[in-house]
């Protein structure tokens, strides 16, 4: 009975860590499922821009000290929102100087094609971004420093560690904020409109190649927002796109292409189907599950 009872304990542990995890996850999906919903583009780079949100997140809480007035607790929480409109700067010019010649209006009538050039261009804005990031930022692995990674709250016999706890909760935050959004408010009924039929909406004046430019900047930026939040549970480099680009896409497919919700969802789910194998499989192999 005993064992029996511990067994429980490691299971429950091993779903709260999940679900915990999950929700980070999650977010991420919800970012790619924005850009591939809106613009049925398939970007290898997002696992790039959510480094680029961990990077953002590590220099304005350590790194030059911009929000060090906030102190442990708070700073790495700003500092992940904050990483959010810095990344959606970024994905918005990539966008309108590179991105833009192969997709939107001009490549509607030929997708295709347009999805060749698409995933070549992905590519190579990955592999710049990667070791761009390689040459400003150092291989030396990094972390946003917070007393809330080291500490937990205890439940019962369930820990939950702090920093996780808040990340998914600023998760569900972000993840419902930008569902009102695409359904209530009139530039997400745009985006909408755009991602069931662009020649329709181009024919009833929706600019296509702006709202796409817009998809894409809040795509990227809302996962670098998890990734914002994931930099203070976890150490980086700039190389770890690759890393997580694989979850993201299994969550989005899992959820449902285009789906926003479904893209949450299937992300929770790869998330509590990693840290569950963890009680039969080695940590190495949580993917495989």
């Known amino acids: 009975m005993e064992e029996l009872k511990w067994f429980a304990v490691d299971f429950f ?49 350590t790194g030059f000290g911009v929000l060090a007035f906030l102190g442990p607790y708070a700073g790495p929480v700003v500092g992940a929102a904050l990483a959010g409109p810095i990344v959606f700067a970024i994905g918005w010019l990539l966008h309108r100087y590179l991105l833009a010649r192969v997709t939107g209006a001009r490549v509607i009538s030929a997708e295709a094609e347009g999805h060749y050039t698409q995933i070549i261009m992905t590519l190579g804005v990955a592999l710049v971004l990667a070791n761009g ?16 990674s080291r500490e937990s709250w205890e439940v019962g016999l369930i820990f939950f560690n702090q920093a996780r706890t808040v990340a998914f909760v600023l998760a569900i935050f972000f993840a419902v904020g ?3 959004f695409l359904t209530k408010s009139d530039l997400g009924k745009m985006l909408r409109a ?21 998809a894409f900047g809040l795509g990227v930026g809302i996962t670098a927002v998890a990734g914002g939040l994931l930099a203070s549970t976890q150490s980086f480099q700039p190389y770890i796109g690759f890393d997580f680009v694989i979850v993201m896409y299994a969550g989005v497919v899992l959820g449902g292409m285009g789906s926003i919700l479904g893209a949450f969802w299937g992300g ?14 080695p940590y190495q192999l949580q993917n495989t599950a």
């Open 13 to 61: 542990q091993a779903v709260t860590a999940g679900l915990l995890v999950g929700g980070t996850y999650g977010l991420m999906c919800v970012g790619l499922g924005i850009i591939f919903g809106v613009m049925r583009v398939v970007n290898f780079a997002q696992g790039d821009f959510m480094m680029l949100g961990m990077y953002a997140t590590y220099y304005l809480v």
């Open 133 to 148: 990031g390689l040459i400003l930022f150092g291989s030396t692995p990094l972390s946003v420093q917070t007393p809330m």
């Open 178 to 180: 930008l569902y009102l």
């Open 194 to 214: 755009d991602a069931d039929n662009p020649i329709a909406a181009a024919y009833v004046g929706i600019d296509v190649d702006r709202s796409h430019r817009f």
């Open 268 to 281: 929770l789910t790869i998330g509590l189907v990693q840290q569950v194998s963890t009680l039969v499989l």
